[in-house]
């Protein structure tokens, strides 16, 4: 099956300052990779996605690359407040499920004011 | 707004009894539910697959007579936590995709299971 690794596990970085998430997979055939903000005691909270025939995507501050070649994804938040602060996942769809979701291990943003 | 809703999302109960949670999706049908489990400060592990219709397909290593899973119609899907011990204990997350295959996977608010 799939396996995605997400660093690093923690990052705080000074509010107004960029934030970059790191996540590679493994199975060539993914085509589908979603990111997920989760607040503490939430569910998480989609905040972008991209498919494997485009190489990035911007939404505001929000954006997310991806290089398919290397297999790997990354996400690049711009102008960070102190709402941004949460636990961020990527993921990665796993082909021979419906529709079944491979989840990094989790980056820990905060955001100094 | 929200598209799944998930119900409770605190429940305290005793070891031994059974605790049922619901996942609905809200304005749309889902012929397909997802059940994760999250310990904390850790990633989602997906439990089960659940199929309205049909019976459910757990992964591997979940104990399918421990969490019952119920997808009786196209909005709404049960997890119940039968015979529950306090290793049960745990946020359970349920989520669901309006379009189907590759598309974006929505999450209920989760719901977070103490067995005393």
């Known amino acids: 099956g799939e396996n995605v690794e997400q660093h690093p596990s923690t990052l705080s970085v000074q509010e107004g300052d960029s934030a970059v998430i790191k996540c590679t997979y493994s199975d060539s055939a993914s085509n589908y990779f979603p990111w997920y903000k989760q607040e503490l005691g939430k569910g998480p909270q989609l905040i972008i996605d991209i498919r494997s025939n485009v190489g990035e995507k911007k939404d505001q501050r929000i954006a997310v690359t991806l290089n398919k070649t290397a297999k790997h994804f990354s996400l690049h938040i711009t102008e960070t407040q102190p709402e941004d602060s949460a636990v961020y996942f990527c993921?990665?769809?796993?082909?021979?499920?419906?529709?079944?979701?491979?989840f990094g291990t989790g980056t820990r943003l905060t955001v100094i004011p | 707004g929200a598209v799944v809703s998930q119900h409770p999302s605190w429940v305290i109960c005793k070891s031994g009894t059974s605790v049922k949670i619901e996942c609905r999706s809200l304005?749309?049908?889902?012929?397909?539910m997802f059940w994760y489990r999250q310990f904390p400060k850790q990633s989602l592990m997906l439990m089960a697959t659940s199929n309205e219709g049909s019976k459910a397909t757990y992964e591997q290593g979940v104990e399918k007579d421990k969490f019952l899973i119920n997808h009786a119609s196209l909005t709404l899907s049960t997890l119940t936590v039968t015979s529950a011990h306090p290793e049960d204990s745990s946020f359970y997350i349920c989520?669901?995709?309006?379009?189907?295959?590759?598309?974006?996977?929505?999450f209920g608010n989760g719901t977070r299971l103490t067995v005393t």
């Open positions: 993921a990665a769809v796993d082909q021979t499920g419906a529709n079944n979701l491979f």
């Open positions: 989520s669901a995709s309006r379009e189907g295959r590759n598309s974006p996977l929505h």
């Open positions: 304005d749309f049908q889902a012929t397909t």
